[in-house]
């Protein structure tokens, strides 16, 4: 994903909170509720046709899938504040890199650009060579 789709993503992420895990919760309590709307219903039908034995167990099977309703409500509001938790933190840490990037362009503006090239070669240089040695001794990484 390019830098200013991520960084799109993950402001929309941010202010509403939507991930896949929270749309799957979602749909899972949509149909807890749908469940227990109907054996609500069976129950209220069995209870007005005959007052007897049936009507006990869809009651209890409404209640079982109200309770299965209110535990995914729940997991998707948890869910749903970690998802816009970890959306922030990685947004600011994207302002962080922004910042350094204006600040690297406002030295380059005061020292001038002709000036700061070698400079910025070098730093660059010992940078990758730092990377390097300190990569030694570890195992290779893949996500690179």
Not at 65 to 85: G, N, S
Not at 111 to 134: D, F, H, N, T
């Amino acid at each position: 994903m390019s830098g200013w789709a991520r960084y799109l993503a993950l402001t929309a992420k941010a202010k509403t909170g939507v991930s896949p895990g929270i749309l799957i919760g979602a749909v899972l309590a949509a149909a807890f509720l749908v469940a227990m709307l109907v054996f609500v219903s069976l129950a209220l039908f069995i209870l007005l046709a005959e007052y007897v034995g049936p009507l006990r167990s869809a009651l209890i099977m409404s209640g079982g899938f109200l309770v299965l309703a209110l535990i995914a409500a729940v997991a998707t509001m948890v869910a749903r504040r970690r998802a816009m938790a970890r959306a922030q933190q990685a947004l600011a840490a994207q302002a962080a890199s922004l910042e350094t990037l204006t600040l690297g362009l406002k030295v380059g503006q005061i020292l001038g650009w002709r000036r700061l090239a070698p400079i910025a070669a070098v730093a660059l240089i010992a940078a990758s060579l730092a990377r390097e040695w300190g990569r030694r001794g570890k195992p290779a990484d893949t996500e690179d």
